[in-house]
């Protein structure tokens, strides 16, 4: 198996938003050579141009590791390209089936190069958003094993950030939701990311030292969604709310 064709493959589903089958139906392939195949699928997207901007965490919370069937936390590299603006259009073309969450998401005021423990996060993250996580599986069906979704770059695709605030002392007990126009379509406790948002952040140092990915100052991290995702409906506006944080929307069209 070379893993550089299978990330070129990825990539090119992504880049043209076409789905394709699950690799692991023809290969068998290990959690590391999944985030190898990951690592050289944004290569290509560097190649074009792409820069690096940021981690998102997955499966951080019950609902989606149901939703998905599948029970581990993993990440994923951001970049430049996917980001959008509050209020901007999303054009659904460039997307295969996109999903929608709400998240949370953090700042970062100086470079993460080792593991640190809660107690050290006002020292490491400058402040805190709501936000807008795009998903969109290059899989066919959004159908994948734990290894095709890290190899896929953790279905990232898109993202939307609301205006930064300061970090409050905890992020606990915060209601988050997610709206298609007024309709509420998904709404949890933040304590459904790990019980405790901000453990996120641990969680991302440590990973980001284990795969030796640089996490930088000015870099952002997703938390990861605090309820399932759901499927994006063209021209319904996208709004996500995280109580005292404020909210962020995005119009697919
Ligand atoms: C994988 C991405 C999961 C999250 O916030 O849990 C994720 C997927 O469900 O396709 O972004
Ligand atoms: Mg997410």
Known sequence: MNLNEIAKQLDHAANTATAIAQISNTESFTEDEAYEIQRLSLEERYLRGEKFVGLKLGFTSFAKMEQMGVHDMIWGRLTDAMLYKSGEELPLDKFIHPRAEPEIAFLLKKDLDREISLEEIPEYILACASAIEVIDSRYENFKFSLEDVIADNCSSSAFVLGAWQPLPDSLNDLDISLLFDKEVKQGDSSNAILDNPYLSICNASRLA?????????????????????VFIESNKKITAKVASLGSCNILPK
Do not use: M, R, S
């Open 209 to 229: 030292v284990k795969y030796n990915q640089p996490f930088k100052e000015g870099d952002i991290l997703l938390a990861g969604a605090a309820t399932p995702a």
